[in-house]
Structures are given as structure tokens and as C-alpha cells.
T-cell receptor, first 113, second 111 residues
Framework: DAGITQSPRHKVTETGTPVTLRCHQTENHRYMYWYRQDPGHGLRLIHYSYGVKDTDKGEVSDGYSVSRSKTEDFLLTLESATSSQTSVYFC????????????FGDGTRLSIL | TQLLEQSPQFLSIQEGENLTVYCNSSSVFSSLQWYRQEPGEGPVLLVTVVTGGEVKKLKRLTFQFGDARKDSSLHITAAQTGDTGLYLCAGAGNYGQNFVFGPGTRLSVLP
């Protein structure tokens, strides 16, 4: 299995609080992605990174920010969580072809009350 | 924006049966990927097809990319309970941009 670790795996928090999700990879892949998965919508890209400190927005980036200070770590931050951000969040990595993830983490289930 | 549709949305079959699931779009894709996702886990990449008309086989799974690169199918022969899961297709535009996922086909294989 590809070395991708997401933390935490589960989190419950309240509306208005900041939340940071972490993705750590041991594969030294260039590209990293954050997706959210919701019933009826499938997987939607939030943000992606094509190198250290190089990030770009995806389809549903509003309300989210990301940072990548090291090749192995990609952080997703909800500055002020809202109930609409309740979802399962997946990190993914890829070594070739920006926008085409090859390996996914096991997800973080985030509930915002 | 490119959209992918998958059919059927749900499929329940008996072990040993054959099945085909479909992935369709009105857009042309430079490549198309199939993933399988099990509950509580992330999607796992099964195959990538890049050439119109291409057929790839992975044990009992056969993947085909349409000649016009707008559609794809996944055929499973003699399904097993271990094939149960959510099957997702995803495609990239002509220059690799706008990689999008379909909504998935949820397959249940009953013993």
C-alpha cells in the first residue's frame, strides 16, 4: 500500500471553530490533492499542490485553505467550519500528470455540529 | 465543465454472474481511470486507459475505452463477493486538466 496517512481519522467539532486536517506521504510524490466525498456528488477536488509552497484551487475551494511546507505534508484548513463542510475528506498523491491522483488515503470523517 | 455519468447507480447480483457497468460523457477525455472503493477506505486505482478503443484486462475485470474517448465500460466475469464495492470512473481533459470523478456504481455481490 502507498504510504499515505491522514489525521485525524474522525473529528466532531462545532460551527465556527477552525479545523486542520493533515496528510502525510512517504512516497516522495510531487502532486498532492484534497478531495471531499458527499452522497450524490462523488469526489470533488478542493485544492491541490504541485510542489512545496505551490498550490492551486479546485472545484470547491471556497472556505478552505491549504499549505505545503514540506514535500511529505499537505494540510487542509477550515478557518471557520460550517455545517455544509460536514463530509469525508480524502488526501491523494500522484507522481505524474497533474490532476490525476494515483493513491488515496483512508479518509477523515468530519462532522460539524 | 466535463461531467461523467455512471450506470447503473446500484447493482446487486449473485456470485458467479457477469456484469457490466458504464461510464459516459459528452466530452472527450485524454485518459480515463477506474477505481474501486470499499467502505471506510479510499479509492484504489484499478486501471488507466488512454487510447480510443483500448481494452485492458485485469484478471476477471475487462476495461474498455470507447473509440471516441467519451465513454468506458468495466466488465466483471464470474463476480465474487470480494468484488463488492463502489466503482468510480474519472477522466482528464485533452491537456490533463479538469480531472473529474463520476458518481459511482455501487456493486453488491451476494453469496
Amino acid at each position: 500500500d502507498a504510504g499515505i496517512t491522514q489525521s485525524p481519522r474522525h473529528k466532531v467539532t462545532e460551527t465556527g471553530t477552525p479545523v486542520t486536517l493533515r496528510c502525510h506521504q512517504t512516497e516522495n510524490h510531487r502532486y498532492m490533492y484534497w478531495y471531499r466525498q458527499d452522497p450524490g456528488h462523488g469526489l470533488r477536488l478542493i485544492h491541490y499542490s504541485y510542489g512545496v509552497k505551490d498550490t492551486d484551487k479546485g472545484e470547491v475551494s471556497d472556505g478552505y485553505s491549504v499549505s505545503r511546507s514540506k514535500t511529505e505534508d499537505f494540510l487542509l484548513t477550515l478557518e471557520s467550519a460550517t455545517s455544509s463542510q460536514t463530509s469525508v475528506y480524502f488526501c491523494a498523491i500522484g507522481a505524474r500528470d497533474v490532476g490525476q491522483p494515483q493513491h488515496f488515503g483512508d479518509g477523515t470523517r468530519l462532522s460539524i455540529l | 465543465t466535463q461531467l461523467l455519468e455512471q450506470s447503473p447507480q446500484f447493482l446487486s447480483i449473485q456470485e458467479g454472474e457477469n456484469l457490466t457497468v458504464y461510464c459516459n460523457s459528452s466530452s472527450v477525455f485524454s485518459s480515463l481511470q477506474w477505481y474501486r472503493q470499499e467502505p471506510g477506505e479510499g479509492p484504489v486505482l484499478l486501471v488507466t486507459v488512454v487510447t480510443g478503443g483500448e481494452v485492458k484486462k485485469l484478471k476477471r475485470l475487462t476495461f474498455q475505452f470507447g473509440d471516441a474517448r467519451k465513454d468506458s465500460s468495466l466488465h466483471i466475469t464470474a463476480a465474487q463477493t470480494g468484488d463488492t464495492g463502489l466503482y468510480l470512473c474519472a477522466g482528464a481533459g485533452n491537456y490533463g486538466q479538469n480531472f473529474v470523478f463520476g458518481p459511482g456504481t455501487r456493486l453488491s455481490v451476494l453469496p
